[in-house]
Structures are given as structure tokens and as C-alpha cells.
């Protein structure tokens, strides 16, 4: 979870969709998973003028308890509910203008995608993802089989043992 | 050629009991630059969105009768093939933004229609240069300001070439400047592109200056249609469908009616401030 919040928070959207188109990804997966975190997006946007709507009409959250403030949060869901439908029905209005149809294929031949012409995946690009997944080969090795991140076989540990303790 | 036409059109949504198109008749040629004016809840949007094929595509309903775009059914193309002759702009950008940057955005319609990627970076930067967003590319679509994301909106449009551009009150979200930019844009698209604009708006003002035609929708039905420079001659009847008339329209009328002049009056602001000078220089 901790991976996933840095990676989440120290990349932009654009260049993690970037990213998947490049690796070979089909369109339809990384077109879905663009539309989930513009969705999360709006959601949180939307969540946050409902709060601010309660907050002009003297609402103050702080002063509930924990109980109170669950139940109060489960009162958000139908407002942001009803929004979401309404806003998917924009967005999927705005997708058949656009002429969108869910395949890799436009009249018979391969979808272009322009941002991966773009932005080719380059040798630098196939080193370095090779030394990441090596890298993560090898610390899955180093630690279901050779068992050098217990706490008996760490450095610090073992140091300390010795030069402290004698043993 | 007739880009659109519309033959008897009755369109209700369902759940409602009165129809929002109650039997359209309809013909634009094509090249014209036409403005759709009405109350609200008039059937401006169900009319536009009808021609775009919104209707019956994306709502449940009874629809009878015909939109026919440049002589094909629209009901027989598929998206694809609609999007290609027919685009739309929306009231609300970030209703019609699906991508996560200004570049995809853009490209996204392009790659839709099968344009070839070389074909898509040379229509990327005219269209940019075009519409004035250069140094905006890398940027979400949902972070720029109101007047940027309508221009973005409309960018992304014009790149796909269709031969029809609709936009349904591009400025009803935006403050003054904003709506000045995107009517600036308008502007641009009428002297520069060889297409047919159907523009949406209650800014009667701003589209006198740029429509060749209007048409009144009022209650589900075409009130009036005809040439921008003629359609104000009978301000009562515009006046009772709901419209407010421009005050520089309503002053030259009244200008004109006391100096018993039978012709009608000018309806563009230059025009009319030349009238006006003539008058008070003397002329006749």
C-alpha cells in the first residue's frame, strides 16, 4: 500500500497511462484505467462541494464522535451516488461524440496511438526496467532462500552481537 | 448541397409526457453559420443533440421521422461515422473531457476517426496555434481555467475536421473574458474553416454579430427561421417567445419607428453606430 501511494503520488496520470500504452498494454485497458482515476477524481471533487455546501449551512463535523461521523459520511453516499450516474452519462455521452468504439481497431486496421509513437520505449527505458525487475528477483531470492533479511542474519544485528556481546 | 435536414421530428423522452421536438422541419445549407435561440426547456438541446445523433443514441425515448446529414440518415452511422461529418461541444467542458492531459485529449477524437499518427501531430499543432493553446499540452484538461478548457473542448473538435461543428452554449459556464475568448474563437472558425457551425446561446449580442442565420425554438417547435439581418424586424414576436432583445436592436427600432423609416433596421453594433451618426450628422 505504501509502494503504491509513492508511486501514485510522485507520478503523474498522463505519464503512468504513458507508461502502459508503451509497454504494450491494448487500448481498451489503459483507455479503462485513465476513465477510473479521472472518476476518483471527480469523485473527490464532488465530495468536497457537498462538504463545503454542508459547511456554509452551519454544519461543523468536528464536534460529532466517531460513531457520528461514520453515520454522518454514509448520508454522503446517496448525493454522490446520484452524481456519479449523472456524470458517467456526460461522460459516455462525451465518448460517442468523439466517435469512440471499444477496439483496437478503426475500419479494420490497428488503432493508432499517437502518444506511444511518441514516446517509444527506448533502450535506456528496457535497461532500467530490466535492472528493476533483477533487482526484485533478486531481493525475493535473498529473502525466501537465502533468508538474509531475517533479523538473525542482519548486518546491524550480528555487529552488535559480536562486538557488544561477545556472542 | 443541404448539410442537414430535419423532416418532421418528434422526439419525447421518456417519462415525460409532452414531447421536447414536437414535428422539426429543418434545412441548413452547408457553410452557414447558424445561432439557436430560445427560453429554456425549448428543445435547443434536444434539436442540436438530435442532429448530432445524441438522440436517440444515448437516451430512451419515442422518436419519429428523419436528420439527415449531408443526404445520409443518421440514425444508419455509426459513431464513428457521425463524428467524422458531426461534432459537438458541450455546456460543461469537464463534461466532455476523458483523458488526462490536453495532448491526449486532442489526439483521443483523432486516433478515434483512424487518423494516422503523422497526420495527428501536424493537425495537433495547427489546431493549437489556431485556437491559441500552445504551452497547455502536458497539462490536465480538468486544471486550466474555464476559458481554457472550452477552447480545449473546441480544439479537440475542430482537429477531427468534421464538416458540422455544434456547440451548445459554449459560454454558459464561463465569466465575461472567457465568454469573449470562445466567441473570439467562433469568429475564427467562421473566416478561417470551411464548415457549417450551429452555435447554441442565449447571448443574442454576441451571435448577431456572427450568425448568417437564426432560429427561434420555442415550446418544441421552430418559431422562426431566417437571415440574422431581417429576423429582428418583428421585435413583438421575438419578444413574446421569451427572447430578450438586444437593447442596441430595441434602440434602433425605435429610432427607425420615429423617424417612420419602413426598412429594417441595422442589428450589428457597427452598424448601428454608423446609422446613428448618420442620422445625427443629418443624412437620411
Known amino acids: 500500500m505504501l509502494a503504491s501511494i509513492f508511486y501514485f503520488s510522485t507520478n503523474r496520470e498522463r505519464d503512468i497511462l504513458v507508461g502502459f500504452r508503451t509497454l504494450g498494454f491494448p487500448f481498451i485497458v489503459s483507455y479503462f484505467f485513465g476513465l477510473i482515476l479521472r472518476s476518483a477524481g471527480i469523485f473527490l471533487e464532488d465530495y468536497a462541494i457537498i462538504r463545503e455546501a454542508e459547511q456554509a449551512r452551519g454544519l461543523d463535523v468536528r464536534n460529532l464522535s466517531f460513531g457520528g461521523k461514520v453515520k454522518h459520511f454514509s448520508m454522503y453516499l446517496v448525493p454522490l451516488f446520484t452524481l456519479s450516474i449523472r456524470k458517467c452519462e456526460d461522460i459516455s455521452i462525451g465518448l460517442f461524440s468523439k466517435g469512440t468504439e471499444l477496439s483496437g481497431k478503426v475500419d479494420g486496421k490497428k488503432r493508432p496511438d499517437y502518444l506511444k509513437h511518441k514516446m517509444k520505449l527506448q533502450r535506456t527505458d528496457k535497461w532500467i526496467i530490466a535492472t528493476i525487475i533483477a533487482a526484485s528477483l533478486a531481493v525475493v531470492y535473498f529473502d525466501l532462500v537465502v533468508d538474509s533479511f531475517s533479523l538473525e542474519n542482519a548486518w546491524l544485528y550480528r555487529t552488535l552481537r559480536h562486538t557488544w556481546f561477545n556472542l | ?284
Open chain 2, 1 to 284: 448541397m443541404n448539410a442537414i435536414e430535419i423532416k418532421d421530428l418528434i422526439w419525447r423522452y421518456e417519462g415525460r409526457e409532452t414531447p421536447a421536438l414536437k414535428g422539426i422541419n429543418l434545412e441548413i445549407e452547408e457553410n452557414q453559420f447558424i445561432g439557436v435561440i430560445g427560453p429554456n426547456e425549448a428543445g435547443k438541446t434536444s434539436l442540436v443533440a438530435a442532429i448530432k445523433g445524441i438522440i436517440p443514441e444515448n437516451y430512451n425515448g419515442i422518436y419519429k421521422g428523419d436528420v439527415k446529414l449531408f443526404g445520409k440518415l443518421n440514425r444508419d452511422s455509426s459513431p464513428r461515422e457521425l463524428a467524422r461529418t458531426v461534432g459537438m461541444v458541450f455546456a460543461d467542458p469537464d463534461a466532455q473531457f476523458t483523458s488526462m492531459s490536453v495532448e491526449e485529449e486532442i489526439s483521443f477524437g483523432l486516433e478515434n476517426i483512424g487518423c494516422d499518427v503523422e497526420e495527428i501531430g501536424k493537425r495537433l499543432e495547427w489546431v493549437c496555434k489556431l485556437t491559441n493553446i500552445e504551452g497547455l499540452f502536458e497539462k490536465p484538461p480538468y486544471d486550466l481555467s474555464g476559458g481554457q478548457k472550452q477552447r480545449v473542448a473546441i480544439a479537440s473538435i475542430i482537429a477531427m475536421k468534421p464538416k458540422i461543428i455544434i456547440l451548445d452554449e459554449p459560454t454558459s459556464m464561463l465569466d465575461p473574458i472567457s465568454k469573449d475568448m470562445v466567441f473570439d474563437l467562433l469568429r475564427i472558425m467562421k473566416e478561417q474553416l470551411n464548415l457549417t457551425v450551429i452555435v447554441v446561446e442565449h447571448n443574442v449580442e454576441k451571435l448577431v454579430e456572427l450568425a448568417d442565420k437564426l432560429i427561434l425554438v420555442h415550446d418544441g417547435q421552430i418559431e422562426k427561421y431566417g437571415a440574422t439581418e431581417t429576423f429582428f424586424d418583428d421585435l413583438d414576436f421575438i419578444s413574446e417567445k421569451s427572447i430578450r432583445v438586444p437593447g442596441a436592436i430595441k434602440f434602433m427600432h425605435m429610432v427607425n419607428a420615429s423617424r417612420n423609416k419602413g426598412e429594417h433596421s441595422p442589428i450589428q453594433l457597427e452598424e448601428i453606430e454608423k446609422t446613428v451618426k448618420g442620422y445625427l450628422k443629418g443624412d437620411e
